[in-house]
């Protein structure tokens, strides 16, 4: 399992995050990021090699 650390835009930006349901929801996909970093949708062309996860309410 890999650490986790935030930037400080990325906490200003979960600060101001109102819903606790969209909240929780970024942090299942980013816990779940942290166990596998290859799960979710591998982007094509000049994103190639990328992996992104949607993230959903």
Not at 2 to 17: C, D, L, M, N, Q
Not at 29 to 39: D, Q, R, S, T, V
Request: hydrophobic share 30%.
């Amino acid at each position: 399992m890999y650490e986790i650390r935030y930037s400080k835009t990325a906490e200003r930006y979960f600060k101001k995050i109102k819903e606790k349901k969209f909240l929780t929801a970024y942090k299942t996909a980013i816990g779940k990021i942290a166990e596998n970093p290859y799960i979710g949708i591998q982007k094509t062309g000049d994103l190639r090699g990328i992996y992104g996860v949607d993230v959903y309410k």
